[in-house]
C-alpha cells in the first residue's frame, strides 16, 4: 500500500496567536512585528492585512501606508510556545508518526488510520482540522499527497483553511507548469543557478535532457527533489543506480536556540541518519559540510576533510561534533544542516583510498 501524508500548516500561525491573546484586534487588519515607525519589520500580517498588500519582511512604515488602519502588535513568545505545543499534541493523539517542521507546521504519516475512516484521507483531514479549530480557535491547511514534498505543495493550493488532496493523476496537469521556485526547500540561490540554465518549470526540471546540470546543482536533494514529480512520467528510470555526489540532511529546530545541548542532540540525529543512509548505499565519504542558518536567515556552510575515506560512526559523527564545537558561536540557530560529500562507492576502497586523501 502506498503511504500517505499529510502536512499540516497553521494559517498565520503568528498573527493568529497574536487574535487569541488579544481578542479585541479580532477581524481586524493586524501584524506581529516592532512598533518602531522608523526600523520596525513586519513579521506575520493576518490575512486581512495581507488583503491591503501588507507582507512579511515589509518595513512597519510602509505597511502603514498600505494599511493605515494596521494594528501592529509585539511578540508574545510564551503564547506562540504555548498553542505550538497544544498544537502538536492534538496531533500526537492521532499518530505518533509526526515529524515536526517547523513551530507551526508537520508532516504526518496517515497510512495505517486510514482503515477507520473508509480509507478517504479527507475524512481524516476534516476531523483533525475541526479538532484543531474547536480546541484552539486557530485555523489550519492541509496537503495530501503521497510524498512529504507534494503534500507540502498540496498545502500551498489548500490556503487558506482547506484540504487539497494531489492524487498521482494530478502531478503533471498542476504541477509541471509551476516554476522550480515554488519547490519546497529550493531556496532563491539554487532557483537562480537552474533558471541561468532555462529550467525555469518543474517540467524542465524532469526533462531527461536537463538531468546532469540538475543533479549537478541540486547535489544531496537531487533524488528527493525529482522523485515526487516522476509518478506519470514516461521517463521514471531517472532514478539511475548513479554514484551520488553526497548524501545529507538538514531540520528546523522547532523553536529558534542558541542551547548548545539542544543543538547538538538535534545534530546527533541528523548524523546518525545520514550515515545510516550512507551505508545502506554502501558509499564511503572523505569529505563533510555543516551548514546553519541563523534566526536572522543568515546561512554559513563550513566544509572539512576527513584524513581518509570512512563510512564509520564513530570517524564521521566525531569530526562533524568538533567541527560544531569550535565553530558555534552562541547565536540563535533557526536550522542545522550535514551533508556528506565526495563519495566513492565501497567497492572501489582499497587501500590507497584508506591511506589517503
Known sequence: ???????????????????????????????????????????????????FGVKAAMPSFLAMKLCPKLIIVEHTGWAYERYSKQFFSIIKSYTNNCEIASIDECFIDVTD???????????????????????????????????????KMATELAKLNGIFILDTDDIKPIMYNKEVATIPYIGPK????????????????????????????????????INPFLAHHENNDLTVNRVAKSIGRST??????????????????????????????????????LTIKYADFKTKTKTQNLRFFSNDYDVIANKILKLFRNWYDGEWVRLIGISLNNLIDESLVNEQFLLFD
Open 1 to 51: 500500500m502506498n503511504k500517505i501524508f499529510f502536512h499540516i500548516d497553521i494559517d498565520a500561525f503568528f498573527a493568529s496567536v497574536a487574535e487569541i491573546v488579544f481578542p479585541k484586534y479580532k477581524n481586524q487588519p493586524l501584524a506581529v512585528g516592532s512598533l518602531n515607525s522608523r526600523t520596525g519589520i513586519i513579521s506575520s500580517p493576518n490575512y486581512i492585512a495581507r488583503s
Open 113 to 151: 488510520l486510514l482503515k477507520d475512516h473508509h480509507n478517504n484521507p479527507k475524512l481524516l483531514a476534516i476531523k483533525i482540522q475541526k479538532h484543531i479549530y474547536n480546541s484552539l480557535d486557530l485555523k489550519v491547511s492541509i496537503g495530501i499527497a503521497k510524498s512529504k514534498l507534494l503534500a
Open 190 to 225: 539554487t532557483a537562480s543557478l537552474l533558471y541561468k540554465q532555462n529550467i525555469k518549470t518543474i517540467k524542465d526540471l524532469v526533462n531527461e535532457q536537463n538531468q546532469s546540470i540538475v543533479q549537478d546543482i541540486l547535489g544531496a536533494s537531487y533524488y528527493s527533489t
Open 252 to 289: 528546523t529546530l522547532a523553536f529558534d536556540s542558541n542551547d548548545e545541548a539542544t543543538i547538538v542532540k538535534e545534530l546527533k540525529i541528523l548524523i546518525k541518519d545520514t550515515i545510516k543512509r550512507l551505508k545502506k548505499a554502501h558509499l564511503w565519504t572523505n569529505n563533510i559540510s
